[in-house]
């Protein structure tokens, strides 16, 4: 058996960063940038007006000053004039700042007279001017690779930079398998139970920038599998949940393999998890996840979504862990990594005491799977633990 690193490793090792598009920034949140953009233009474009108020020199801006007021500046209408010294325009934020002006003054700290100001009470010489370029200059980069996000949206839109290059969406092929399972909305026979684990995979790989595709759910008969295998034809990756183990209806593994899979590995030193495989089936990637709820959504989240990541090119990194201290005794680890449901609050991490690898509710009420290293001894309250934060 393989350890978790070992089979992360593997699965890295089957998969290459996909092709990139081109798309509008309206559908670009959440996407992965592959091609660093570059500014269009300034931000500002032209030195503006921060505050309502009027423009001027700062060499005007001394108490009791009086100038004469000589046009007037708004957000785009910009003063085509030239301001000398004694005069003033009156602007508006945004605006940009008159040719001849490097100060504002503040309306509220202005007495006016007819088409004369005079200043009561000048701020520091340059006051309320927002530099050219302060946000960037033409040419700054944002660099690749980087999951957009609404503040990037915003940036490159003031770039002026109206479409971007991402990376192709993983097509994920997601097969579940046994004779027992129903879709949601069905009505079950009472020897029968909900496939559940497929449609919790898909939001798990959505949300991280997958496609996911449902397959109609295989029967545990090897022609049910096989046509199934015939149905990802085309997918960047096949993941099959259930049949995984050595039980006379488990057939994923032999079928897989009469379709011509190159297995990488077959079983991980793991909990929840351990019958885990993955290989190669006519050059596309597979995954092979056990079919207890938990296992497949623990699998997804410690192989899967760093296996996304990584094909829309993020680079090859295991889920982000984290230390927190325990917030209670556990006791000591097997000889698989085990990874525990438990909540993170602000006393620390509550290791649930049920990690049946079928309970849902559990894994609902978890917000972190806290890492138990093969062989770890019992810990105390207090002591730190890693654990993977979980969304
Ligand atoms: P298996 O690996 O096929 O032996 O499945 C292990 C356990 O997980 C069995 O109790 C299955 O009924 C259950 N199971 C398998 N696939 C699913 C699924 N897609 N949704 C919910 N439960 C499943
Ligand atoms: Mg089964």
């Known amino acids: 058996m393989i350890s978790v690193d070992q089979a992360l490793d593997a699965l890295f090792a089957l998969v290459e960063p996909l092709s990139t598009e081109q798309i509008g920034l309206r559908a670009a949140a959440g996407r992965t940038l592959r091609a660093s953009a570059s500014a269009a233009r300034a931000q500002p474009p032209f ?210 393999g009469q379709a011509g899979m190159e297995q990488a590995f077959y079983k991980v030193a793991m909990r929840p998890g351990k019958p885990l495989m993955a290989g190669r089936i006519a050059g596309v990637p597979m995954v092979g996840l056990p079919g207890n709820p938990v296992s497949t959504l623990v699998c997804g989240h410690v192989f899967l979504v760093p296996l996304i990541r990584a094909m829309l090119g993020q680079g090859q990194a295991p889920a982000a862990r984290r230390t927190a201290p325990l917030a209670s005794p556990v006791a000591a680890n097997g000889p698989r990594e085990h990874y525990c449901r438990a909540k993170l609050t602000q006393d620390g991490l509550h290791v649930f005491d049920r990690q049946d690898s079928s309970l849902l509710t559990v894994l609902a009420e978890a917000n972190a799977l806290a890492i138990r290293p093969i062989g770890d001894p019992a810990r105390a309250a207090g002591e730190p633990i890693d654990y993977l934060p979980l969304a």
Do not use: C, W
């Open 47 to 256: 030195a503006a007006s921060v505050m309502d108020g009027y423009a001027l020199s700062k060499e005007d801006a001394h108490t009791d000053a009086t100038l004469e007021v000589v046009g007037e500046a708004a957000a785009g209408h910009r003063f085509a004039g030239t301001v000398s010294q004694g005069q003033a325009v009156r602007i508006f934020t945004g605006a940009p700042m008159p040719e001849g002006t490097d100060h504002v003054e503040i309306q509220e700290d202005v007495t006016v007279a007819g088409d004369r100001i005079t200043l009561r009470d000048p701020g520091r010489p340059g006051a309320y001017v927002r530099p050219a370029g302060g946000d960037f200059a033409a040419g700054a980069e944002l660099p690749a690779p980087r999951v957009l996000s609404a503040a990037d949206i915003s940036l490159l839109a003031a770039m002026n930079v109206p479409t971007v290059t991402v990376a192709r969406r993983p097509e994920v092929a997601i097969i579940s398998t046994g004779d027992e399972l129903v879709m949601p909305g069905e009505s079950p026979l009472d020897d029968q139970i909900i496939a559940s684990n497929g449609l919790g995979l898909a939001a798990q790989l959505s949300a991280v920038g997958a496609l996911p595709r449902l397959l109609p759910i295989a029967r545990d008969t090897a022609e049910s599998l096989q046509s199934a295998f015939r149905f990802a034809r085309g997918a960047d990756l096949i993941v099959t949940i259930g049949g995984a183990s050595v039980g006379d209806h488990d057939l994923v593994r032999s079928v897989a």
